[in-house]
């Protein structure tokens, strides 16, 4: 079991940028592939982030490639996304997710995501 818990969120203007947080608390952070996914009002959840368990494999949805970047820091238990140049559209809330031991060591799918946090909204205003 592990719980994860995010930070971070706010009301930002076009172009600022963000940094998130996630505490995970419970069993070995490091046995567990990370994710970020977010939701906008009225959309499905989508893929945002995701990294391997030392953070040497990354993946980033096209809409984010090049402004957001997701690290982790084993030593910690937290799990980052850097998110620059942000957009209107970047607005959503944004859960935090970690794998599970033996399972996918990364992924963009959220089926492969057992714990989940309880988000942290992000606004961005133009």
């Known amino acids: 079991q592990v719980q994860l818990v995010e930070s971070g969120g706010g009301l930002v203007q076009v172009g600022d940028s963000l940094r998130l947080s996630c505490a995970a608390s419970g069993r070995t952070f490091n046995d567990y592939g990370m994710g970020w996914f977010r939701q906008a009002p009225g959309k499905e959840r989508e893929f945002v982030s995701a990294?391997?368990?030392?953070?040497?494999?990354?993946y980033y949805a096209d809409s984010v490639k090049g402004r957001f970047t997701i690290s982790r820091d084993n030593a910690k238990n937290t799990v980052n996304l850097q998110m620059n140049s942000l957009k209107p559209e970047d607005t959503a809330i944004y859960y935090c997710?970690?794998?599970?031991?033996?399972?996918?060591?990364?992924?963009?799918?959220?089926?492969?995501?057992?714990?989940w946090g309880q988000g942290t909204q992000v606004t961005v205003s133009s």
């Open positions: 997710a970690a794998t599970f031991p033996g399972g996918p060591t990364i992924s963009l799918r959220d089926y492969d995501y057992s714990y």
């Open positions: 990294l391997n368990w030392n953070g040497g494999r990354t």
